[in-house]
């Protein structure tokens, strides 16, 4: 097999992810779409590994420790976008762009300005 098949297949499916992370607002499918970018990553390290025909098979190992990443890595994107959902009632991504929320704030009541009293 030559090697351009699977060297073309992973620039298709990086690009997809890619594509996916640029475009989408939501969460979940941003999160989806670094797993495609990840994969087509594995794609390429085992298609070179083969292609270079690596005694080590350096190539399989180095894409073992990516998956068992991608998965940890997925698992805490997903606890973060769980709870972010749950505080915020959105996973949009526009949404979270101001992470800091003031105390009271959602409620509508205005702060005190602790400086102005502090001066006093």
Known sequence: MHLAYPAVLAVLLFCTGLYGVLARRNAI??????????????????????????????????TLFTIAIAAAEIGIGLAIVLLVYRNRGSSDIDRLRDLAEKPGAADGESQPDTTAEAAA
């Open 29 to 62: 499918l941003v999160l989806m779409s670094v797993e495609l970018m990840l994969n087509a990553v594995n794609l390429n390290l085992v298609a070179f590994d083969v292609w270079l025909r690596d005694t080590l098979h350096a190539g399989q190992a180095l």
